[in-house]
């Protein structure tokens, strides 16, 4: 009896391990067919220097101790080429000319060129991939086609790769689609990423595109960019929000009175703007607390102001009033809201 329980039991174990061995070369087959890499996201709000040094801090760091090489941005698909021919240039000429691209856009901002420059010093192996639609399409656009026709490369990915963002461009501006924008970034995205096989990437894009729970911030009718890359690497995808970097506290907060009502206003004091504002010499600003709903359905005028004009991070929801010194003295105070965009805020009149 006890030879034949000896015998059992080795076969019991025999077993387990064989059950073991099984389970051990199934884990590595699923690792070995695994087709990509990691992503890692990082949500911000666009041209904030606090939160372009943590980002750049962020990328060395993946570039120095991890091996990362791609850095995917939300800008279109040839302006990160040219970003690429950049980095080989001996001076700044093809980036000074994207600025020029970008003047009035969020990344038009000194702090902007800064983290470019830095990277091409730093990193100077990185690679950019641009997943956005066609943003400047008449200009970057069109000079990146004549580029690569003067360079015979009229019948190359590159070329092909440059049109279909110009296309995506043209019919976002034409439509505003924002649901049309989502899609296509996804799209953009997957298509750069699955050519990388299993190497990692990291991506900077606006808030509004990161989120790994969200909706699209215009309908939310559709899960945002973040949301559909996540549906289809699953936990490959890591996401994390930038925001709170940029945050500046105000300098006090203010009692002020609208349409009526009373409320509080948080001062962020005066940004000098003489020689950088035709016609006027100041800044003030006050973002105005819990003030979205009473003034989110006042029709806008024919103004905006791009966040990089604001000392503090801004966000959705916010309501702002701006006090504009002219150069004669005078005052104008222009009432500003962000409704979805945080890269802009649009103006409003408050009767």
């Not at 990509?36 to 750049?56: A, S, T, W």
């Not at 420059?117 to 066609?134: A, L």
């Not at 092909?160 to 924008?181: F, M, P, S, T, W």
């Not at 490959?236 to 409320?263: N, Q, W």
Request: hydrophobic letters at 30%.
């Amino acid at each position: 009896m006890k030879s034949k329980n000896i015998r059992l039991l080795c076969f019991m174990l025999v077993g387990i391990l064989l059950i073991a061995i099984n389970g051990c070369s199934r884990v590595k087959q699923q690792t070995s067919s695994k087709k990509h890499g990691d992503i890692y996201l990082y949500g911000e709000y666009h041209g904030v220097k606090e939160i372009l040094d943590k980002e750049f801090d962020l990328w060395y760091d993946y570039y120095h101790n991890q091996g990362m090489r791609h850095l995917f941005i939300e800008d279109p698909y040839y302006a990160a080429e040219f970003l690429n021919l950049w980095m080989k240039a001996e001076d700044d000429t093809i980036l000074d000319q994207l600025f020029i691209d970008w003047i009035g856009t969020a990344g038009s901002t000194s702090y902007n060129k800064e983290f470019y420059q830095k990277i091409k010093k730093e990193c100077p192996e990185t690679i950019f991939h641009g997943t956005d639609v066609g943003h400047q399409y008449d200009s970057t656009g069109k000079r990146f086609l004549e580029y690569l026709k003067e360079e015979g490369k009229e019948s190359s990915e590159q070329y092909a790769l440059a049109e279909e963002a110009i296309e995506q461009g043209k019919y976002y501006y034409n439509l505003h689609d924002n649901v049309y924008r989502e899609n296509k970034m996804a799209e953009n995205f997957i298509r750069e990423f699955d050519k990388l096989k299993n190497q990692n990437i990291m991506g900077i894009y606006g808030g509004a595109h990161t989120d790994l729970e969200s909706m699209d911030y215009y309908t939310l009718s559709i899960p945002c960019m973040g949301n559909q890359l996540k549906e289809r690497y699953g936990e490959s995808v890591f996401s994390e929000s930038l925001s709170s970097v940029g945050d500046v506290k105000p300098e006090r907060v203010d009692t002020i009175k609208l349409a009526g009502k009373e409320y509080q206003a948080s001062y962020f004091g005066t940004t000098d703007v003489t020689g950088k504002v035709e016609g006027f010499t100041q800044l003030k600003f006050w973002r105005i607390e819990n003030a979205y709903d009473d003034f989110k359905h006042e029709s806008y005028i024919r103004d905006s102001l791009p966040s990089n004009n604001y000392p503090t991070a801004i966000k959705i929801g916010d309501v702002w009033l701006v006090e504009a010194t002219k150069a004669d003295g005078s005052i104008l105070k222009l009432y500003y809201r962000c409704d979805g965009n945080v890269c802009m805020t649009k103006g409003f009149r408050i009767e």
